[in-house]
């Protein structure tokens, strides 16, 4: 058994290093489009879900690539500014499914047919959430889970919805703090070119790059230790029992409503999922089941916790049918796609990462990828002094780099304000300082939307 074990590290730290270079290029592509790109424009309403609202909403999802929970938050902030319920859960499956990094690990890890398929299966499942959404997830339901979102937000005493004078009294001073370098850019006050000349820019650029990697440190840990696990101790008779083989048409089906299951029970969201996904492939899933899989980070166990308290039980059964549902049929379909266009994988890893190190282009894209690293690393801890960062601070639970003037969760300790990337981490901040039974801990007022 420890043999057994020490296997499945290793091949979890393979698979880890076999990613290495990618993660970085993601993450820091990732950064730069958040420190670059206008976030003033996903602060107007999206007031319906029409075609048009629809398209906005998936491409705000697609700038502001987040965690899973981090993008629960956000969507359940768009719905308190008015927004449309149904765009802003599509911004939320545009902000886990359609972004960089998620696409570049895919490519190294399981082959570019995969990462293909996870925007063309992303495409689909927006349009079947706007379509199937339109029908269960409106009326009375979506009234009552905005009537409680509005509840929270009024015992919360909410501010932090949005620019100064949007909420009245509450909020206007949120607005004045300081906006992004974007969203100056936006606003035309600072021009493109300067910005990617300047280190300032730069230095937010790596802000969110390492907010990011802190945010999902543990998603990737769990991600690569649990692959690990899988693909070493988990025998394939295990996996047929799970995932029917040899049935034909039945076998697709079957995998694409079983995978988003497997998601649920692994409580691993976000980019963490991709070695997972490559375990489940070498195990034999279909093709449109790890599609499923990989879509179905949403309704992980964890987050279905975190809708009901946002939205309430009936709600929340409302959206894990109506996301389940969804994601199933869109990696089936794209499976149907694919199988179509003739380019399935047709043949299965038998090792999902070499077990060895050997000097190949891996490892000397890792080598770079690395020195890239450091230099991102070096901004980072020079922030402050390049000029970054004047419009966001550190969530000091995840370390996600959040705006203050659209922070979902806020607390002043001490006269000092702590911005928060959701309610759970401000929750979680919180039950900390009241164990520690410090006075400071008394002094902690929070002033969040969401707890």
Known sequence: MLLDIARALREGFFMFWETLWPLVLGFGLAGA???????????????????????RASGYGMIS????????????????????????????FASTNLVIELGIVLIVLMGWQFAVSEFVGGIIMIALLAAVGGLWLRGRSVARARERVSQQADTGHDHVHGPAGEHGGHGGHQGRQGHSRADLADQGRIPLRGRLRSKAGWADAASYMMADLKMLRRELVIGYLAAG??????????????????????TS????????????????????????AAALWQGGISFGGVIAFLFADLITFPLLLIYRRFYGTRMMLKMLAVFWAVMSAAGLITEVIFRAAGIVPAVRPTVI???HF??????????????????????YRNRDRLGGSSGSAEDPVCGMRVDRANAPATANRNGHQLYFCSDRCAARFATAKADQAQPDAAGLQMTSSET
């Open 358 to 379: 050997a000097w190949n282009y891996t490892t000397y894209l890792n080598i770079v990828f690395l020195a890239v690293f450091a230099v991102m690393y070096w901004l």
């Open 353 to 355: 990462a070499p077990a």
């Open 229 to 250: 696990l899988l693909a070493v101790l988990v025998p394939v008779a295990a996996w047929h029992a799970l995932f029917l083989t040899g049935h034909g048409w039945w």
């Open 33 to 55: 489009v958040q420190a670059f790109v206008s976030r003033a424009a996903m602060q107007r309403s999206l007031g319906s879900h029409r075609p048009a609202a629809v398209a």
């Open 65 to 92: 690539s987040s965690c899973s929970y981090a993008a629960s938050a956000m969507a359940k902030s768009l719905v308190a500014k008015g927004a449309d319920f149904l765009s802003a859960m599509i911004f939320m």
């Open 253 to 276: 089906v079957e995998n694409a409503i079983v995978g988003p299951f497997v998601a649920i029970i692994s409580f691993v969201c976000s980019i963490g999922n991709v070695p997972l």
